[in-house]
């Protein structure tokens, strides 16, 4: 299905009829849009899984539709506090992936070709601030009077960038409505549903000590045109997560790889034709680098379920051999 997740299809979506399927997250990872990296890092598929069925069934209990149906373990479909040992898959509806004419025509059972942003501060790694610094965005289309590195908002906002496109394009706000065919109405919708799983998202990592700084959603219609949740949430891939002010998101990933060339051949050559195979094969993490890696991702799951499904030390055990490493 994609870089990092599988999906194996139980039953087709057809027509305004959702299908059925299961998510496998894999011990891949992606980063900078590149695709598949060189390495697997243990413990990351079944950490993302655990932390975003936590989600899901959270923001269920908000009153919000998702498409997600449980945890799949020992061949039963199980909720969060009925798995005693992580697994790496959910079940969940599908949905049809349609192209920008395609949606116009239709009514529901599809995904919304958007990435929903939502942030909360703009940290140094920002790319609002990287677009601001190339004169490609003013702090007045956010609503703001300034944008600078490490700012923490006052209010949330909400940016947009494209989902079914070769390389995330970022959007403004009349094309992000523009090319998903939303009406103003569910546009609107759109931007408080991803607000208030903000809101909540934000409230429980902070009961670890963790700051969400910003993150990422997809949404898609059901068969009769409901906003549903999909894909994966609040996990340390969708997220960018500050842990005593240092990034125990995915960040960690890209802050080693900013400092080979390899990065520096994709700054120049990313967006052109064929820039995967331009770039060359990345460089594999030393073995330090993926064994911290595989430690943040599974204190992350452990301190944010509040269930201690990973055998390693605290967040903040890993995080202060991070710091001496990176």
Same mark, same amino acid.
């Given at each position: 299905m994609g870089s990092v997740k599988d999906v194996v299809v139980i039953r087709q979506p057809k027509g305004n009829r959702t299908g059925l399927g299961d998510f496998f997250f894999s011990d891949r990872y992606s980063v900078f849009d590149y695709g598949i990296m060189p390495d697997l890092i243990d413990l990351k598929g079944k950490s993302l899984c655990m932390i975003s069925a936590y989600f899901f069934e959270k923001i269920e209990d908000e009153g919000i539709k998702t498409h997600y149906l449980g945890l799949v373990s020992k061949g039963k479909v199980l909720r969060f506090d009925e798995v005693d040992e992580p697994t790496n898959v959910f079940r969940v509806k599908l949905v049809r992936v349609l192209n920008y004419e395609q949606i116009k025509k239709e009514k529901g059972n599809f995904l919304i070709p958007l990435e929903v942003i939502y942030r909360n501060s703009i940290p140094a790694g920002s790319s609002l601030l990287k677009r601001f610094q190339e004169g490609k965005i003013k702090p007045e289309d956010f609503g703001l009077k300034e944008i600078k590195a490490g700012m923490k908002l006052e209010n949330p906002i909400i940016d947009f960038s494209t989902k079914i496109e070769d390389v995330d394009r970022y959007l403004t706000y009349s094309e992000a409505k523009e090319i998903s065919g939303l009406k103003d109405d569910e546009f609107d919708e759109l931007k408080r549903v991803a607000l208030k799983i903000n809101k909540m998202i934000t409230t429980e990592v902070s009961k670890a000590g963790i700051e *969400? #700084? @910003? %993150?990422? /959603?997809? !949404? +898609? !219609? @059901? %068969? $009769? $045109? *409901? /906003?549903?949740?999909? @894909? +994966?949430?609040g996990t340390p891939d969708e997220c960018r997560f500050n842990f005593e002010g240092f990034e125990v998101s995915k960040e960690? /990933? $890209? +802050? =080693?790889y900013r400092k080979t060339d390899w990065y520096e051949k994709l700054k120049v050559l990313k967006g052109k034709e064929n820039w995967r195979e331009l770039v060359g094969t990345p460089p594999k993490l030393n073995e330090r680098v993926k064994s911290l890696s595989s430690k943040i =991702?599974? +204190? /992350?799951c452990n301190e944010i379920t509040g269930k201690k499904f990973f055998d390693v030390p605290s967040l903040? #055990?890993?995080?202060k051999e991070v710091r001496e490493v990176l």
């Open positions: *969400n #700084e @910003d %993150g990422k /959603l997809e !949404f +898609a !219609f @059901d %068969g $009769r $045109r *409901n /906003l549903m949740v999909v @894909d +994966a949430v960690i /990933l $890209r +802050a =080693y =991702y599974a +204190a /992350l903040k #055990e890993v995080v």
